[in-house]
């Protein structure tokens, strides 16, 4: 969030909340947790990308 409120390099933020879900998303996958937790991860990817 610094980056953009410096307006310093703004795509990094996104990018960062992206990863980290990306990150989530690979979590859940390795702990065999239910469709379910992976589709909520993915929505928040999609509300990250449509704020940015």
């Known amino acids: 969030m ?3 409120l ?3 390099a703004v795509w ?3 990018l960062a909340a992206v990863c ?3 990150g989530a998303i690979v979590l859940h996958i390795r702990r065999k ?3 379910e937790v992976i589709a909520t991860n993915l929505f ?3 509300l990250a990308v449509f704020v940015a």
Do not use: S, V
């Open 33 to 35: 947790d239910g469709a």
């Open 12 to 14: 990094l933020t996104p």
């Open 44 to 46: 928040i990817i999609a």
């Open 2 to 4: 610094l980056p953009q």
């Open 20 to 22: 980290t879900m990306i």
């Open 6 to 8: 410096l307006n310093i």
